[in-house]
T-cell receptor, first 119, second 110 residues
Framework: GAVVSQHPSWVICKSGTSVKIECRSL??????MFWYRQFPKQSLMLMAT?????????EQGVEKDKFLINHASLTLSTLTVTSAHPEDSSFYIC???????????????FGDGTRLSIL | GQQLNQSPQSMFIQEGEDVSMNCTSS?????WLWYKQDPGEGPVLLIA?????ELTSNGRLTAQFGITRKDSFLNISASIPSDVGIYFC??????????FGTGTLLAVQP
C-alpha cells in the first residue's frame, strides 16, 4: 500500500493565486522529504529537500520565494506555489524515505503527484 | 539539473518478449534504484541496489549494480501488457538526493 500521500491530486487555478500542496508520510516519521517537478514527457527534477524543523534546501535555479516549503511535523511537508503563472503548470511529486536517510539507506517512496494547471 | 543517461528512450515489443534497459553516469553512486511510473501517478519503486556488482530480482524483473558504480541495467522477462509505462533509473548521492534517468517508455503489444 501507499506509504506517502499527496493532496490534492489535481488543481486548476487562475494566474496570480497561490496553491498549497501537502505531502504526508503514512504510519512513519520522515525527517526529510523531497519535492520534484516533472514536465510532460520529461524526467523528475529535484526542486528542494524539505527538512523537519529547519529551512528547506533548494536546488540551483529553483526560487525559494516562489516555492515555499514548510516541514512543520515529522509526517507533513507542504509546498506552496506563490503567485502562480502558466509556466508553473506541471506535475509536482513528493517523496520520503522510511527512516532517517542520514542513518539508513532506505529508498525513497513517492506520492501520487499533484497536477497543477494555471490558467 | 543533472540527469542520468538512460537507454533506450522507448521500446515497442510483443507480449512475451524480454526487455533490457540501462543507465549510465559519469559519477559514482552509492545506490541505484529502478522505478516505474504510470500516467498521472508517482513513480513506484521496483528494485533497490546497494552494492557494486549486486544482482537483485523481483519477480520477472532483474537489476544489477555495475561494478564501476556508474551504471545499472534492468531486465524484464516475459513481458505482459501491464508492464507498459515509463521506467526510470535513479542514482542516490550519499543518503538523500536522487538523480533520475531520462526514462524509458515501454509499450507492450498483446
Amino acid at each position: 500500500g501507499a506509504v506517502v500521500s499527496q493532496h490534492p491530486s489535481w488543481v486548476i487555478c487562475k494566474s496570480g493565486t497561490s496553491v498549497k500542496i501537502e505531502c504526508r508520510s503514512l504510519d512513519f516519521q520522515a525527517t526529510t522529504m523531497f519535492w520534484y517537478r516533472q514536465f510532460p514527457k520529461q524526467s523528475l527534477m529535484l526542486m528542494a529537500t524539505s527538512n523537519e524543523g529547519s529551512k528547506a534546501t533548494y536546488e540551483q535555479g529553483v526560487e525559494k520565494d516562489k516555492f515555499l516549503i514548510n516541514h512543520a511535523s515529522l509526517t507533513l511537508s507542504t509546498l506552496t506555489v506563490t503567485s502562480a503563472h502558466p509556466e508553473d503548470s506541471s506535475f509536482y511529486i513528493c517523496s520520503a524515505s522510511l527512516g532517517d536517510p542520514r542513518r539508513s539507506n532506505q529508498p525513497q517512496h513517492f506520492g501520487d503527484g499533484t497536477r497543477l494547471s494555471i490558467l | 539539473g543533472q540527469q542520468l543517461n538512460q537507454s533506450p528512450q522507448s521500446m515497442f515489443i510483443q507480449e512475451g518478449e524480454d526487455v533490457s534497459m540501462n543507465c549510465t553516469s559519469s559519477s559514482i553512486f552509492n545506490t541505484w534504484l529502478w522505478y516505474k511510473q504510470d500516467p498521472g501517478e508517482g513513480p513506484v519503486l521496483l528494485i533497490a541496489l546497494y552494492k557494486a556488482g549486486e544482482l537483485t530480482s523481483n519477480g520477472r524483473l532483474t537489476a544489477q549494480f555495475g561494478i564501476t558504480r556508474k551504471d545499472s541495467f534492468l531486465n524484464i522477462s516475459a513481458s505482459i501488457p501491464s508492464d507498459v509505462g515509463i521506467y526510470f533509473c535513479a542514482g542516490q548521492l550519499g543518503y538523500d538526493k536522487l538523480i533520475f534517468g531520462t526514462g524509458t517508455l515501454l509499450a507492450v503489444q498483446p
